[in-house]
């Protein structure tokens, strides 16, 4: 089964930078980016970031070199991240808000390292790099002498513009890297097919670190729109929305667990500005609709809700679906809709082959989107990149290890992941799908399950539930499952808990939650 998104022709040198570019020719006085009560015209920015890539390439970092970036949110990241793009460099993001034992493991994880830019805060997260370190604010009046005019450096839409991590299967950081061509085809897909324009601004919300992040961060500003940052590094749910209320934002690009928190935070105090935005993109991990049900069905919400479906190594975003068309009754499972512009969704069976209509495959990404492999791999998961033909012709796909199928309405359904099953009990089972169950459930506001090991090795399950009023009790919870779960997806515990914890990419934080279940085992004297 395959779906084929619309086919648009790109530029000759579809590369994301140069649309920046010709908006700080068209309109320079216009707003580029405000962070913490200060702004920076087009011009100025892209002046800024002039001298920057005439900084790297001085130093010898042109095309084809890696720059990291290790900065808090601020204009000076978009002058870095814009100076390595003109240089011809791809950037790689280094995020501060990471604990500093995963910030050694990924930098001792990129390839030929040219160097990182940093502040004075975060300087000292990278001090262990071989690689030289640099400030921006240190470097001003070196960076003032600089021309303000562009390098001139021939970028072309297979060069690599950003490299992002990405969890493998081995347990150790993959660095993806996403193609100039593939950023573009996203950012022109989403101006053309969501009418966004000068007034889309944008506020990010996402750390630095997430692949959704890249897009939100770079799609204000290929729109000619103004780009809001939180001068915090860490989700500020407060601040997130005193900037929404305080501003004219019109976007937000986030995960599925951050819009809850955002939903919640107005749903409790009777406001209406994210009612009134214009889009929500959000996706990265499964959807619980009825978190959001209530609220996007209030009279007067004129937001568009995207639910959008996609992998860091083909550029973020595959498919997109506006959540209005969505029937709860129908399906259990939120659809994530159609492919974006000159992308390609197969569905595969083991073999490689396509599957029937309506039957489940795993779901593969072709197009323009797919993007130039692990910078760091060598192992089994570079085999995710590979060739098949379709309709007589070779072509490249990436195997997300997704399963999925397509409805008869010709959307794209994600169920999970092709290894997140277990055997309990010796049933094999996803926990998604008792997350599902739990959440409608009167009274659950909210519910995640891991999966832990007893002594014996055999797997346990255990819920996180987040009581919408007062506490729920086990026998409670377990005697209403057992009327739509069998036995073996009932889980063994449940915990009443105040929130689940979410990662900095803004998702539900699963590792956390082990690792409260190894605590009460511990103190229970029993094994997690």
């Known amino acids: 089964m395959n779906l084929q998104g619309r086919r648009v022709a790109l530029p000759p040198e579809p590369v994301v930078h140069k649309q920046f570019e010709a908006h700080a020719e068209a309109t320079p006085d216009a707003v580029a980016v405000f962070c913490a009560g200060r702004q920076v015209t087009y011009a100025e920015l892209d002046a800024k ?131 100039h061509e593939g950023w573009f085809n996203l950012m022109n897909w989403l101006k053309l097919e969501y009418g966004l324009h000068s007034g889309s601004n944008n506020l990010v919300v996402s750390a630095f670190g997430f692949d959704l992040s890249q897009r939100s961060l770079m799609t204000p500003l290929f729109c000619g729109a103004t780009q809001y940052l939180m001068a915090s590094r860490n989700f500020d749910a407060l601040m997130a929305y005193r900037m929404l209320t305080d501003h004219e934002i019109r976007t937000v690009h986030c995960a599925s667990s951050t819009l809850y928190l955002l939903v919640d935070w107005e749903t409790a105090r009777g406001g209406d500005v994210l009612a009134r935005l214009d889009y929500m993109l959000f996706g990265g991990e499964p959807l619980k609709v009825e978190r959001i049900a209530n609220w996007a069905q209030r009279e007067g919400n004129t937001c568009t809700l995207l639910h959008q479906y996609g992998v860091a190594e083909c550029t973020d975003v595959a498919t997109s679906y506006d959540l209005a068309a969505y029937r709860p009754g129908e399906q259990d499972i939120a659809p994530v809709g159609r492919p974006a512009y000159n992308t390609g969704i197969h569905l595969l069976d083991q073999q490689l082959r396509p599957v029937g209509p309506g039957e489940y495959g795993e779901i593969c990404i072709s197009g323009a989107g797919v993007g130039a492999g692990y910078l760091n791999g060598t192992g089994p998961e570079n085999a995710k990149f590979t060739t098949i033909v379709v309709d007589g012709a070779p072509c490249r796909l990436y195997r997300t290890g997704d399963r999925g199928h397509v409805t008869e309405a010709g959307e794209l359904v994600v169920a999970g992941r092709m290894d997140a099953q277990v055997k309990v009990r010796g049933m094999r089972i996803d926990p998604t799908d008792i997350e599902r169950a739990l959440g409608r459930l009167a009274g659950v506001r909210e519910a995640a399950v891991v999966v832990t090991y007893d002594d014996s090795g055999e797997a346990e399950l255990i819920a996180f539930v987040v009581p919408s009023a007062n506490e729920l009790t086990e026998d409670d919870l377990r005697t209403r499952l057992l009327r739509t779960l069998p036995r073996n997806m009932v889980p063994a515990r449940f915990m009443n808990v105040l929130r689940i914890p979410l990662s900095p990419h803004g998702k539900v934080d699963r590792a956390a939650l082990v690792e409260t279940c190894r605590n009460l085992y511990a103190k229970s004297g029993t094994a997690a």
Do not use: W
């Open 49 to 179: 970031a002039n001298r920057f890539a005439h900084f790297l390439m001085a130093r010898g970092h042109g095309r084809g070199a890696k720059v990291g970036v290790c900065l808090d949110y601020s204009i000076d990241m978009l002058v870095a991240i814009l100076g390595t793009l003109k240089a011809g460099a791809a950037y790689v993001p280094f995020d501060p808000a990471y604990p500093a034992a995963r910030l050694q493991l990924l930098l001792g994880q990129v390839p030929g390292l040219a160097l990182i830019v940093a502040s004075a805060r975060t300087a000292p997260l990278v001090e262990s790099t071989d690689a030289e370190v640099v400030d921006l604010e240190q470097l001003s009046d070196l960076l003032e002498g600089l021309p303000p005019i562009g390098p001139g450096v021939l970028v072309t839409g297979d060069d690599v513009c950003y490299a992002v991590f990405t969890s493998g299967s081995t347990g150790t950081p993959k660095l993806t890297a996403v193609r």
